[in-house]
Structures are given as C-alpha cells and as structure tokens.
C-alpha cells in the first residue's frame, strides 16, 4: 500500500515536470509567425490529441494579456 502511494506520488511529479517542461517551450512560440506556424502544425491532429497544449497556450495568452494591462496601468493598477 505504501509502495502504491510512493509510486502514485513518483509519477505525478514525473507529469508535473513534463508539463512545466512543455509549457516553457511553448512559451518561446511569442511572435505572430511563430504561433501561427505553431497553429498550423496543430490543426494537423485532433482535438484530443491538442487538448493539452492548446490549454497551456490559452493560459499563457490569458497571462500575457494581463501582464501587458498591468503594465499600462496607470498609478496604482488603476486601469480607469
């Protein structure tokens, strides 16, 4: 039982450190160019063979765009 546990345990933090790993070279997909060949590759396969991914980009988007409001923020976060 506690090998079961210890070995559950292993292998979420092996999944944890994939996905950290996949979302960082994602990441590097910034400019226009590059996500739209990035898009490009992925409308090749499924939906379900992209959910992964395509969720991780959708986050980064959302990410970069609240960076990007904060950044023109006016004194105090205030977006007015």
Do not use: C, P
């Not at 210890?6 to 933090?13: E, N």
């Not at 923020?73 to 007015?80: C, Q």
Request: proline share 0%; no cysteine; hydrophobic share 35%.
């Amino acid at each position: 039982m506690l090998r079961d546990a210890l070995t559950a345990l292993a292998t979420r933090r092996t999944m944890r450190i994939a996905q950290r790993r996949l979302a960082d070279e994602l990441a590097s997909f910034r400019t226009t160019a590059e996500r739209a060949e990035l898009d490009e590759l992925l409308s090749r396969h499924t939906a379900e063979e992209t959910r992964e991914i395509r969720a991780i980009l959708y986050r980064q988007d959302v990410e970069r765009q609240q960076s990007s409001r904060r950044q023109t923020a006016g004194l105090g976060g205030y977006l007015g």
